[in-house]
């Protein structure tokens, strides 16, 4: 999921949801160049026993690149 902070810069909205099972580098996509966004992403991973577990990864990006 990732969340944008609105124009009026008064709330925080959805702006998008990814499809389950969906990968990192669709994750990633959908973060913009120029902007800030706050987003949750969910991976599962294999703890030492072996069992498979969930872990929430939460992500504040801020990729603002400069202009010449």
């Known amino acids: ?16 949801k990814g499809e389950k099972g969906a990968s990192f580098e669709d994750f990633c996509s959908k973060l913009p160049d120029n902007d800030c966004r706050y987003a949750v992403y969910d991976v599962e991973i294999a703890t030492k026993s072996g069992a498979s577990a969930n872990k929430l990864i939460f992500v504040s990006w801020c990729a603002l690149v400069e202009q010449s």
């Open 1 to 16: 999921m990732v969340f944008r902070i609105t124009d009026d810069k008064k709330s925080i909205e959805l702006e998008c």
